[in-house]
């Protein structure tokens, strides 16, 4: 088999190994603001934890993947060369696609926390500042639903989003319905 990509072991690590770090820091964090300076916890630092907790399921599916065999170097997202048991593969689309809603409300959620910290620093004074910083905020919330929706609706109709075989996963997905509603996405008129 020839190998295209990382060792699983290599996939693993990228995983694991920050989400250590964020831990400890986050745990430092905590320890500092709770122990040490005995203040209670604020809407950022609650936020922080929101994002490691989870950020722990998609990085906990490598183990399942590695199992499964569908981390095999030469494995490819939609499972070309997978060598492992054939009734696995929905199980493994069912994870990626689950693991897909968890990594996306994790990037949210370390957005959502940078925010809330910029909201502390900015004092009620600074009105243009903190129009702006809420104008960001209601953005980033936009966006994250966005993001959810297209996770969700990528694949019509929605129940079909884990297939049985990796060749109805790639030839389902159907791109144009997306630009279909041309005064959605302002398109002009014409041929394409």
Known sequence: ????????AVVMATG???????????????HL????QRRKLLV??????????????PTGFFVIFKRLGALDPGVTTTLQNYHGNPEDIPEIFKLFWVGSVFFCTTLYLCKAALLAAYLQIFPDFMRKRRIFLWATVAY?????VATLLMTFCMCTPIETNCFHSPVAYRA?????????????????????
Do not use: C, W
């Not at 980033?140 to 994250?144: G, I, T």
């Open 1 to 8: 088999m020839v190998a295209h990509g990382p060792k699983a």
């Open 172 to 192: 389902h997905f159907e791109p144009q319905k997306v630009t279909e509603n041309r005064d959605l996405l302002h398109v002009p008129p014409g041929p394409h």
């Open 44 to 57: 950022s630092d609650m936020l922080m934890v929101a994002a490691l907790l989870f950020g722990l399921p």
């Open 140 to 144: 980033v919330a936009l966006a994250y």
């Open 33 to 36: 603001r709770l122990k040490v």
């Open 16 to 30: 694991f190994v920050p989400l250590t770090v964020a831990a400890a820091v986050i745990m430092a964090r905590l």
